[in-house]
C-alpha cells in the first residue's frame, strides 16, 4: 500500500484534492492507497514522527509554515518520498527544487494533469524501490537498495557502501578497477562518480562546495577541482530534468 499525505490550510481546497487523490486510486484496481489529509504543516510533521509517506501533496502558501518550509523540514527527518506542489503562484518553482520536488501544478488543479503526474510518480517510486545491488562481505551475501546508498567509496581493494541509516557495507575484496566494481550503480542516473574512489547518489547531495559535495546529515565527500564543474552540472540536471 502506498501512503499520500495531502497538506493544504485551505479547507475547500484540501477537500477538492483529497476527492482527487481517492478517485485516482479509484481508477486504479491493482494500486493500494491510503490519504491522509493535514491542515498545517505541523499537523503532517506530527505525523511522520510516527508514519511513513510515499508521497506529498503539499500546498506552497499556508499560514505559519509555508509549503517549501514543510518540505525542506521533511527532507531534513530522512524523508525521501516523492513532493507534488500545489499553487496558484508559479513564483515559487525555483525553490521547489531545493526540496527535490517531483512536480509543481498550479491551481486549480487539473484531474488529467494531476492523474498523469501520479503515474509517474507511483513508477519512479517502484523502479527506485525494486532496483538493487548484491554485496557479497566476508561472512554474508546481501541485497542493498539503491536508495538506501548516500555514497560507495574505495578503501584498500575494497569497496564500503556508506547507507542512509549509518551503516557502513563492506565488500570482499575486488580485483578490478573500482568502476567496473560499481557498474550496477553508475548505470542509474542518480549516481555520479566523482573521482577514483566514490561514487555518491545526487538524491542525498544537498551542495557542492569547495573540495567536496555536502550530503544530507552533513556528510561530506570529497570532489577534486577538476570534477567541480562536471559536479554542479549533473547535479543540476538531475534536478531540473529529473529520470523518469
Known sequence: MLHFALCDDDEEQRAA????????????????VKVSAFSSGLDLLAAEESSSFDLYVLDVVMAGLSGIRLGERL????????????????????????????QYLMKP?????????LDEAVAAMEKKKSACIMVKSRDSLRRVRLDEILYAELVERTVHYHLTGGERLASTT????????????????RFFLCGASFA?????????????????????????????AQARQRWSSYWLDPPR
Open 200 to 228: 555518491v547518489n545526487l538524491f542525498y547531495v544537498t551542495a557542492v562546495e569547495k573540495g567536496c559535495l555536502l550530503l544530507d546529515g552533513g556528510r561530506r565527500v570529497p570532489l577534486s577541482r577538476s570534477m567541480a
Open 17 to 32: 484534492v483529497r476527492k482527487l487523490l481517492l478517485d485516482y486510486a479509484a481508477a486504479r484496481p491493482g494500486l493500494s
Open 109 to 117: 488543479v487539473n484531474a488529467e494533469m494531476l492523474f498523469r503526474v
Open 174 to 189: 575486488i580485483r578490478g578497477p573500482f568502476p567496473n566494481e560499481i557498474a550496477p550503480l553508475l548505470a542509474d542516473p
Open 75 to 102: 527532507r531534513e527527518l530522512g524523508s525521501s518520498g516523492a513532493i507534488i506542489y500545489l499553487t496558484i503562484s508559479p513564483e515559487y518553482a525555483i525553490d521547489s527544487y531545493s526540496v527535490r520536488a517531483f
